[in-house]
């Protein structure tokens, strides 16, 4: 399994690519950070990091794209922005036919460092650790794409489970590949 | 001035297209929404959004996008949603190359109604009026996407002011026109 982990930011979008599967080492394919200049227009700046999203899907081809789930309640001064990053990515994945799956900062932590409420230290160590990486990547937004990646590979097998249950007893469920992104 | 205002949201996107100057009467070219369906994936929701957007901007072509900016600190419980559903229409312009400007709910209220705390029905019953409509668009959401048209057909002249002022005394100012929907 091939998952883009995307860390939603208009300043500094982290990307990360990494393959796959639960209970196996995984291997990071890629990383790195969309960057868009502060000072341009904020259409524009959505533009760019368009571009960038569709850049990554074009070189490695993912399965899946696993974006931050943004809140309102936290950093009120960049939610906007985050907000409006994030959902450029999950479009880029739809137009593409490409499954999202959302999940929050605090499973992301539980994932890979096994605390909700773990540190950017923390996790960036841990990112290194269970990718083999010879240093924790750098800038914070780059290892965070790499541990959401990393969450949705290690939760994906619970998560496509409980998608077929409710399949299964569901009498209105015209599309289970759809509702991927809700259960997450 | 062909103006296309969004008033954006996933559950009801409002769309409308005013044409006209300032100082001379309006008048209406379409207005509708865009809806997406509240149980469809998030991602799904935006690519349906993305599609409704284009299609108005390919019927209609307008000059300028003119968006409601939306602030974090208001209906914390869909403000993602409304923030994500205007990302991609500032997106879907700005891939055509069309300006986006941004306005403030009490700018879009201000500009038709004279008060910025006027509420739902006073702007419904301005725009009616304004576009000598024989009845108020419904839902609210299409009324206030013809509102945001109209302000932003009235603030353009001031704007463009402003903007040409700043481009003059600037050092550095590549591009003007890219940072339209900043000073609105």
Redesign the interface.
Known sequence: MRVLGVDPGLTRCGVGVVEGVAGRPLTMAGVGVVRTPA??????R??AV?EGIEQWLDAYRPECVAVER????HN?RT??GT??????A??C???RGIP?A?HTPSEVKAAVTGSGRADKAQVGAMVTRLLRLAAPPKPADAADALALAICHIWRAPAQNRLQQAVARHSVHAP?TQ?????TA
């Not at 907000?83 to 450029?88: D, G, I, M």
């Not at 759809?178 to 809700?182: I, L, S, V």
């Open positions: 000072d341009a227009d904020p259409s524009h959505l533009l368009e943004v809140f309102s309640q009120v939610v906007m907000a409006q990053a994030s959902a450029v999950m479009l994945a739809a137009r999202v959302l599309r759809a509702t991927k992104g809700r």
